[in-house]
Every structure is written in C-alpha cells, then in structure tokens.
C-alpha cells in the first residue's frame, strides 16, 4: 500500500534528536518530503489523532533503552526486557489508530529502536507554554527492514520529521503463559495496589507474594531498613473483581524489577495478577487511553527463592 500524507501544512521542520549519533535539522517544503514517502512502499503506516495516546503506552516499556516492535495486521506489540529476568509487552491494537496498514506478507514486521527516543520525539512540542502533546496528532512509517523509523507530528500547523535509526532485533524471550497453565489468579483494581506499593518499604532487596485460597489470600511482604512490613488484600474486597485461586503460592522477587511497574500500574484501571506452577508471575494491565480505547500491559517476572507451594 502507498503511504500518503494526506494533507499538507506547508513548510515543514526536518528535525531528528541528538541522541546515538543521529543530528541534522533543516527546514524543507512539505509537499517534497510528502513525495518521499508517497513514492515508497511502506512495511507499516498508521496514524494518531494524540500522540499522547501512544506515548502512553510506550511509557510502560521505556525503563530499558532499546524496545523491539512487532507489526502485524492486529497492532503493536512493544516489547523490552531486563537482564533476561522481566519482558514486558505493551499491546497497542489496530483499532487504536484512525490508520493502521502492514504490508508484511506471511511475516510481522519486526525493528528493534531506541524507545526513549521514540517518546522524546513523541513530546516534542510539550513544554511550548500552550502547547501540549495531547494536542499533537502522529503519522508513524517504517518503510523497509533497516530503513529509520519516521514520525510526523503535526500541531497548529506545525510539522516535525523526526527519523530514528532502526536495528536488527534480538531474539526476545518466548514467554508461555497460557490459560490452562495458570495456577492463580487474582483482578484487582490499580488504585488498591498503589495504595499498598506506597504503604510497602521498597528499600527492601525482595518482595515476597503470598497467595492463598484461605487468609491472608494475597499478601506483599518487604524486609527493608524500617523492618519487614506486609500488606495485605481480602479476596472480599470491594477492590477484588476476581479471585480464582487454586493453591497456595509464596514467591519471591526483586523488588528492584517489580518497581518498573510503577508508571504502569498508575496509569491503569484494574491489574490482573497471574502465576504458573514455577512461580513465574504475570502482571497484566488494563489502560484506557484518551480516545476510550483499551490497551493493555504485560510484565513477566521470574521467581528468585521459591519458598513453597
């Protein structure tokens, strides 16, 4: 499918971040950079009305510098890892976008780039006194495997081409977590467990998980510099949606990881706590963006002292 521009705004600023190496800016005609793209076939294009709205999803997986994305004919799936020890993926549907398009044949698109650098230029005109990011509308192309990754914002007439280099993507962890495998699972609104995650001491080098089918059925446990403080959540609770569980389970993981949540889960209406019979724990998140599309955000985490089945 042929990428087309669609509108033009006149002059156009060329402008791409500082960062890795990669710094020109120059001001150029619309309509020859629209003929760049129009002219190439491209793997994906789509289109936001708010930037804001991927920038919040792409938030979700900037704690690591470099996020590989996977283009199919469904959405985006974003994914970053740390150390082999968290993956996290954040799915951004097709529906999401006013224009979604991949020309991919058998295979999804797939480029690993800089994520951080995405989000800079995403916020590009955010700081501009009147000016707010939510207000900026997103064009997003990548038109062929080792090609840059171009983004065309547009604001009060104001256009931005920001190009970021694109790389051969690592192989990521294939992660199983099917239904059928899961042992626990407990759907709690995020307000109750940011209330917890504050009262927590994350000083502590561990966060123990409890779940159980008999109390206390899902308690946190830190032991910090105030001492080891616990909280706990009745599956009762007019904060718990569901609670399916069928044994009890008591993991340990780094709380140094589990923190990279924390943007996530705030930014999230209800957050579903899953885990397997090797104590592998899953972190899924519900987010409702600004156009009242759902998206949602998984983090993976292995377990570092099984204490128990």
């Known amino acids: 499918m042929v990428c087309e521009m669609g509108v033009s705004f006149g002059l156009r600023y060329r402008m791409t971040e500082a960062v890795d190496g990669v710094a020109s800016t120059s001001m150029v005609q619309a309509d020859s950079i629209q003929g760049e793209v129009s002219q190439s076939r491209c793997l994906l294009s789509c289109k936001l009305k708010s930037a804001k709205n991927l920038t919040t999803m792409l938030r979700c997986v900037s704690f690591a510098k470099f996020a590989t994305i996977f283009a199919s004919e469904y959405g985006l799936r974003v994914t970053a890892e740390q150390s082999k020890c968290v993956q996290a993926n954040s799915f951004i549907q097709a529906d999401v976008f006013e224009e979604y398009t991949v020309c991919a044949g058998e295979e999804d698109v797939t480029f690993t780039v800089n994520i951080q650098t995405v ?45 970021i280099k694109t790389l051969v993507s690592d192989e990521v962890l294939d992660i199983q977590f099917p239904s059928d495998q899961v042992v626990n699972k407990v759907i709690v609104r995020s307000s109750c467990l940011v209330e917890r995650f504050v009262d927590m001491d994350l000083t502590s080098e561990t966060l123990e998980i409890l779940i159980s089918p008999q109390q206390p059925y899902l308690k946190f446990l830190t032991r910090g510099n105030i001492g080891a403080i616990s909280e706990q959540i009745d599956k009762e609770s007019s904060f718990v949606d569901c609670f399916e569980v069928n044994q009890l389970q008591c993991n340990v993981y780094k709380t140094s990881l589990i923190k990279l949540v924390s943007k996530t889960l705030q930014s999230s209406l209800k957050t579903s706590i899953r885990t397997n019979a090797e104590g592998f724990l899953c972190f899924q998140f519900m987010i409702r963006l600004d156009n009242g599309k759902i998206c949602f955000v998984e983090f993976f985490f292995a377990p570092i002292e099984p204490l128990g089945d």
Not at 131 to 155: D, H, N, T, W
């Open 119 to 163: 989000i800079e230029c995403l916020n590009m005109y955010a700081g501009r006194g009147d000016i707010s990011s939510s207000q900026s509308a997103v064009k997003m192309f990548y038109r062929r495997f080792g090609e840059p990754l171009v983004l065309i914002l547009e604001e009060d007439g104001h256009l931005t081409d920001c190009q």
